[in-house]
C-alpha cells in the first residue's frame, strides 16, 4: 500500500451482547469465536490497516463495553471519534432502543461523528426469519432521518462485515479529500459545519 496515511478513529457502542466484539474480531482477523460469552470491561483496542485507492488507511477501532455500568466510559471513547458503529441485534427489539440512546448523545455531543447503524447477526434469521425483532423498514426510515447508514451483518457468516468497515474507511477519505478541497481554494460552504453533508448526498 502507498500514498498520503489517514488514521480514523472508529468507536464501536451499543447494548451488551450485541456483538461489537464479535464484529471487530471478524474483521480484524476474520475469525468468529465460539466458547463462552465474555463481556467486554471497558474498552479495548485495535488498529488495522487497509486501503481506499492508492491511500494507507489505518482505523483505530475502540469497542466499548455496552454494559450500563460502563455508559459514562463510552463517552470517554467516542470523543474525537469520526465513525461510530451503533450496534443492535436484530433478534432482540431493546437493543435497538439502546441504539437510539447512543444516537442521541452522538449527535448531541460529538457532531463531527458520522453514524453507521448496524444491526447484528443476520445469521440467526437466516436459520428462522420468525426471529426478527427489529423492522428493516423501521430502521431504514431512522437511519435516514439521522443521515446514517445501515448494515445487516454477521460476524457469524461473515457477511456484510467487510463492506461495513469498508465504507467506513471510503466515507471518511472523501470527506478528508473534500475538506483539503475546499480549504486550498478557500470555499466557506455552510455545510462544512457538518461534513459528511457532502458525502451523504453523493451516496
Ligand atoms: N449467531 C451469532 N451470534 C453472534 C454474532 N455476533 C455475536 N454473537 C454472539 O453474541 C454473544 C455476544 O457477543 P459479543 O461480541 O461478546 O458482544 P458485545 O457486544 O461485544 O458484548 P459486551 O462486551 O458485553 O458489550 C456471543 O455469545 C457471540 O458469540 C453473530 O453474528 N451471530
Not at 455508559?71 to 439502546?98: H, P
Not at 467506513?168 to 480549504?183: G, I, K, N, R
Request: hydrophobic letters at 35%; charged letters at 30%; glycine letters at 8%.
Amino acid at each position: 500500500m502507498s500514498g498520503p496515511r489517514v488514521d480514523v478513529k472508529v468507536v464501536m457502542l451499543g447494548k451488551e451482547y450485541v456483538g461489537k466484539t464479535s464484529l471487530v474480531e471478524r474483521y480484524v482477523h476474520d475469525r468468529f469465536l465460539v466458547g463462552p460469552y465474555q463481556n467486554t470491561i471497558g474498552a479495548a483496542f485495535v488498529a488495522k490497516v487497509m486501503s481506499v485507492g492508492d491511500r494507507t488507511v489505518t482505523l483505530g477501532i475502540w469497542d466499548t463495553a455496552g454494559s450500563e455500568r460502563y455508559e459514562a466510559m463510552g463517552r470517554m471513547y467516542y470523543r474525537g471519534a469520526k465513525a461510530a458503529i451503533v450496534c443492535y441485534d436484530l433478534t432482540d427489539s431493546s437493543s435497538f432502543e439502546r441504539a437510539k440512546f447512543w444516537v442521541k448523545e452522538l449527535r448531541n455531543l460529538e457532531e463531527g461523528c458520522q453514524i453507521y447503524l448496524c444491526g447484528t447477526k443476520s445469521d440467526l434469521l437466516e436459520e428462522d426469519r420468525r426471529r426478527r425483532r427489529v423492522d428493516f423498514h423501521d430502521v431504514q426510515d431512522y437511519a435516514d432521518n439521522i443521515k446514517a447508514q445501515l448494515f445487516e451483518t454477521s460476524s457469524k457468516t461473515g457477511q456484510s462485515v467487510d463492506e461495513l468497515f469498508q465504507k467506513v474507511a471510503e466515507d471518511y477519505v472523501s470527506v478528508a479529500a473534500f475538506q483539503v478541497m475546499t480549504e486550498d481554494k478557500g470555499v466557506d460552504l455552510g455545510q462544512k459545519a457538518n461534513p459528511y453533508f457532502y458525502n451523504c448526498c453523493h451516496h
